[in-house]
């Protein structure tokens, strides 16, 4: 049994064109945020995984986030059935995080935050729970999975979207992973996320738990829990691509993230009964962070990231939001971590009727954070 908790102090301001009102905010503390886990070994080699939310900014109230069934022998069918292929073989099957790409790794998942340098995930947070299965092999450092979900976040028989429930989508990934030497250690992986027809994408909008940038770029009275995202809203027939370069030499580390999109959105009806076609779009990510760990046992750390989002439809102009955060963290106990971060946002590309037009965010945040 295993759990987090994670409290913010946020002093962050924010400002547009003024043609479209922003909501006011100030300086304070953020709603605590809890998870509880339970890993439980059921047999020899196989092991069930389950997250709940205690506390969240979408929901106060507890909820769970998903888990998964674990298999990585089969002795419990018989002592030494396929022992030399299982050796390097898991088999991961449930309503689980989906392993697309790396950068899901180091992110915060609601209370759980205590392996994200920084108090920020990224601009487009490529984070969801299908229900699905996924294979893997490893072996001397080489990393292949590959896995199927139904591409959908909430489950449900009720017809819907052109009549249907929702299809497939496809999950791979490729890499390798090695400590060269003892200083050394580098990781490379590619990873693909395909849909065929989905009612809609939940890949960058599945995180229930919110963003950790409270009410900035938000209308009045607004409830929006994503505040500081970009979300595609891509509808079907999406295609992400997402590549994570890691080397750590020494305290020094730096992780990188090259992200394609692309997709379009569902045709529409508008109110006097014209058709409003499909539209193409593309979205391109790009994100570098430098961190350095030092002191004894690299409790002590300083960074920076920068991200940019680059998006396109066929329909407007370009629109792209930057991203920069300096941050540094010191390690009180490995389970306990407080973390200071400088984070600025700008938006570029927005229409006058947009709230995002000539937007901008800044300021400071204070993180505390317990995992167990």
Same mark, same amino acid.
């Given at each position: &049994?295993?759990?987090?908790?994670a409290?913010?102090? +946020?002093?962050? $301001?924010? %400002? ?26 059921l047999?020899?080699?196989?092991? &069930? ?11 106060? %109230? ?24 299982m050796?390097y ?20 998942? /609601?209370?759980?935050?205590i ?27 080489f990393?292949s ?8 976040? #909430? +489950?449900?028989? =009720? ?7 929702? !299809? ?13 030497? $003892? ?7 590619g990873?693909?996320? #395909? ?7 939940y ?6 738990? !919110?963003?950790?940038y ?16 970009y /979300? ?11 590549? /994570? ?7 020094? $580390?730096?992780?990188g ?15 006097? !009964?014209?058709?409003i076609p ?6 391109q +990510? ?8 030092f002191?004894?046992? $690299? ?7 920068? /991200? ?26 490995? #389970? ?7 984070? =600025? ?17 800044? !300021? ?9």
């Amino acid at each position: &049994m295993g759990g987090s908790f994670a409290l913010q102090f +946020q002093a962050l $301001e924010h %400002e547009n064109s003024g043609m479209v009102p922003l909501g006011e905010i100030g300086y304070n503390f953020n709603l605590p945020t809890a998870n509880l886990d339970l890993d439980v070994a059921l047999a020899p080699g196989v092991r &069930m995984h389950l997250r709940t939310y205690l506390s969240s900014r979408h929901h106060p %109230e507890p909820y769970v986030k998903g888990g998964y069934f674990q298999v990585d022998g089969l002795d419990f069918i018989k002592p030494g059935l396929l022992e030399n292929v299982m050796k390097y073989t898991t088999i991961r099957v449930g309503q689980m995080e989906n392993n697309y790409g790396d950068a899901h790794f180091r992110r915060t998942d /609601n209370a759980q935050a205590i392996y994200n340098p920084f108090v920020g995930n990224l601009i487009m947070d490529s984070f969801t729970t299908e229900i699905g299965a996924e294979l893997y092999y490893q072996r001397n450092g080489f990393i292949s999975m590959i896995g199927v979900t139904n591409g959908k976040l #909430n +489950q449900s028989v =009720t017809e819907g979207g052109n009549g249907k429930t929702g !299809g497939a989508s496809l999950l791979a990934k490729l890499g390798y992973d090695k400590q060269v030497t $003892e200083d050394i250690r580098v990781r490379l992986t590619g990873s693909l996320y #395909n849909t065929g027809y989905v009612p809609s994408l939940y890949l960058y909008s599945a995180d229930r738990a !919110g963003s950790r940038y409270y009410s900035v770029m938000e209308a009045p009275g607004s409830s929006g829990f994503r505040s500081g995202r970009y /979300n595609p809203d891509f509808k079907n027939s999406v295609t992400a691509f997402m590549i /994570n370069p890691f080397v750590k030499f020494k305290g020094l $580390e730096f992780f990188g993230t090259l992200e394609s999109a692309s997709g379009a959105t569902n045709s529409s009806v508008s109110d006097d !009964g014209t058709i409003i076609p499909r539209k193409e779009g593309k979205t391109q +990510q790009y994100a570098g962070e430098l961190i350095y760990r030092f002191g004894q046992n $690299e409790n002590f750390y300083v960074g920076g990231r920068y /991200n940019l989002v680059d998006s396109q439809y066929d329909d407007r102009d370009d629109i792209s939001i930057q991203r920069f955060q300096a941050s540094a963290g010191w390690f009180m106990t490995k #389970n306990i971590l407080a973390k200071l971060e400088y984070v =600025t946002q700008t938006y570029d590309g927005y229409t006058e009727s947009s709230i995002f037009n000539d937007g901008k965010f800044d !300021g400071v945040m204070f993180e505390a954070v317990i995992s167990f």
